[in-house]
């Protein structure tokens, strides 16, 4: 049973350019929280996802950063326009069910230059 | 609100126990847990504990919370240099979806 995958694992944009950020869940959950990682600091919950629903986004910025959870296929994080600020490492956590024990994956670690 | 703050180093010498503390603001948390992060990797759930517990020990951990002053510990009994990482305390605010609110997280340096 293979752990929660995140791809790709380091990403390199320059500012203004997009960035797409997927993670695939354990088999068997069906929701999934993101979560980002600024240098020196904590992990910041971002939004949780359950499949084709946005559940909580209270801790995504209003402008630029979007999630979904497909039906089919991974769960993406998509940040437009990226600047400086943007870099950090993006965890995504998995889980069966609401409440219970999140499971992380490796994180993308995403630079902005 | 939420909040929860930890002391951000720790050094202890090898065979020694190591104590990291947090402190959370969210009476209604359910659950509380460590996670253990080693350099450039994701993060590991070490342990956790339920709200109506004092005390949970698991082989060289040992988690104590005092819901009174909002107080959790970890300590790890004899400490090895394997444990080096940085460890984050985080809690689930109740009926929030099961979201984690973490720390900033203590760095822990084992000498040899």
């Known amino acids: 049973n293979a752990g929660v995958m995140q791809n790709p694992r380091h990403l390199v944009r320059r500012r203004g350019q997009e960035a797409r950020l997927r993670c695939s869940p354990m088999k068997g959950h069906s929701h999934v929280y993101w979560y980002r990682q600024l240098p020196e600091e904590g992990l910041k919950f971002m939004v949780y996802l359950q499949k084709e629903n946005i559940i909580d986004e209270s801790g995504m910025p209003k402008e630029r950063f979007s999630a979904e959870f497909p039906k089919e296929g991974p769960s993406i994080l998509r940040i437009q326009q990226v600047v400086r600020g943007d870099s950090a490492a993006y965890f995504c956590?998995?889980?069966?069910?609401?409440?219970?024990?999140?499971?992380f994956g490796p994180g993308t670690r995403l630079t902005v230059l | 609100g939420e909040d929860v703050e930890q002391s951000l180093f720790l050094s202890v010498r090898e065979g020694d126990s190591s104590v990291i503390n947090c402190t959370y603001t969210?009476?209604?948390?359910?659950?509380l847990y460590w996670y253990k992060q080693e350099p450039g990797a994701g993060l590991q759930l070490l342990t956790y504990?339920?709200?109506?517990?004092d005390m949970k020990q698991d082989q060289r951990l040992t988690v104590l919370l005092n819901k009174k002053d909002k107080h959790l510990s970890l300590r790890i009994a004899d400490t090895q240099t394997g444990d080096s990482a940085i460890y984050f305390c985080?809690?689930?605010?109740?009926?929030?979806?099961?979201?984690?609110?973490f720390g900033q997280g203590t760095e822990l340096s084992v000498k040899p």
């Open positions: 985080a809690e689930t605010p109740y009926n929030q979806g099961g979201k984690l609110i």
């Open positions: 504990i339920f709200s109506n517990m």
């Open positions: 956590a998995s889980s069966p069910a609401s409440g219970n024990e999140q499971f």
């Open positions: 969210d009476s209604s948390s359910t659950y």
